[in-house]
């Protein structure tokens, strides 16, 4: 991957990145090409907010930016537009962008998609040795189709290496459980991720440990109300 700010980028992809959003003044979106970081910026950000599905195309470039500021709001904005378009050049920013900063935001924007690709690429991103983008990432995971993702955020509750990682784990853990009944194979591993974690050297790992194990209990009584009360008719 070509550096931001490097030579080669300078010469090859900069260019390139103008030309493309030179072509955006004539669909209404001129100030993606402005040679100020600072516009960019706020353009990238209002396409965003309006909702704006035609900009995804010129919004994707922008990931490519030499601004690291313009690109973490066009990861920003691919992320509220929610178009599948936008899933690849999100996975390879999260996993190629030097500037965690952009990583983070390309982590909480995949958590609004589903899918194989986007639980892998936030299930390694999660193993990695930032604390920030791999916390961002376990919360992503906890939003990206439930119950594709519960494995690996047990596993991540139990056996990471980075605390941080750990606690954001058992957080989207808990969240998980306040609104579904996993079987009763999945609460016993979360029992037992959360367990470990409740005997861990950080207090707010263990902290989150024990809501965790809260949360287990109450889905086990949900579960077994529904039992009691028998079948709905």
């Given at each position: 991957?070509?550096?931001?700010?490097?030579?080669?980028?300078?010469?090859?992809?900069?260019?390139?990145?103008?030309?493309?959003?030179?072509?955006?003044?004539?669909?209404?979106?001129?100030?993606?090409?402005?040679?100020?970081?600072?516009?960019?910026?706020?353009?990238?950000?209002?396409?965003g907010n309006e909702l704006d599905r035609e900009s995804v195309p010129y919004l994707v470039e922008l990931l490519g930016d030499e601004s690291a500021g313009v690109r973490v709001n066009a990861a920003v904005?691919?992320?509220?537009?929610?178009?599948?378009?936008?899933?690849?050049?999100?996975?390879?920013?999260?996993?190629?962008?030097?500037?965690?900063?952009?990583?983070?935001?390309?982590?909480?924007?995949?958590?609004?998609?589903?899918?194989?690709?986007?639980?892998?690429?936030?299930?390694?991103?999660?193993?990695?040795?930032?604390?920030?983008?791999?916390?961002?990432?376990?919360?992503?995971?906890?939003?990206?189709?439930?119950?594709?993702?519960?494995?690996?955020?047990?596993?991540?509750?139990?056996?990471?290496?980075?605390?941080?990682?750990?606690?954001?784990?058992?957080?989207?853990?808990?969240?998980?459980?306040?609104?579904?009944?996993?079987?009763?194979?999945?609460?016993?591993?979360?029992?037992?991720?959360?367990?470990?974690?409740?005997?861990?050297?950080?207090?707010?790992?263990?902290?989150?440990?024990?809501?965790?194990?809260?949360?287990?209990?109450?889905?086990?009584?949900?579960?077994?109300?529904?039992q009691e009360r028998g079948p709905q008719r």
């Open positions: 991957m070509l550096k931001m700010g490097s030579i080669s980028y300078k010469v090859i992809v900069r260019p390139l990145l103008i030309l493309f959003l030179a072509g955006a003044a004539n669909a209404g979106y001129e100030l993606l090409g402005s040679t100020e970081p600072a516009v960019r910026m706020r353009e990238a950000q209002r396409l904005s691919l992320g509220r537009l929610g178009s599948e378009e936008a899933v690849r050049p999100l996975i390879r920013a999260l996993k190629e962008d030097p500037s965690p900063a952009v990583r983070v935001m390309a982590a909480q924007a995949l958590g609004g998609f589903r899918g194989e690709s986007v639980i892998e690429a936030l299930s390694e991103a999660a193993g990695g040795e930032d604390e920030l983008v791999g916390s961002a990432a376990v919360r992503a995971l906890g939003r990206s189709g439930r119950e594709e993702a519960m494995e690996k955020l047990i596993e991540k509750a139990g056996r990471s290496r980075v605390s941080r990682v750990r606690e954001a784990a058992l957080d989207a853990l808990t969240e998980i459980l306040e609104s579904e009944d996993p079987d009763e194979d999945t609460l016993n591993s979360i029992d037992r991720a959360a367990g470990r974690a409740a005997r861990d050297r950080n207090p707010q790992v263990r902290e989150a440990a024990d809501k965790a194990r809260s949360g287990v209990e109450r889905s086990r009584e949900r579960r077994e109300g529904q």
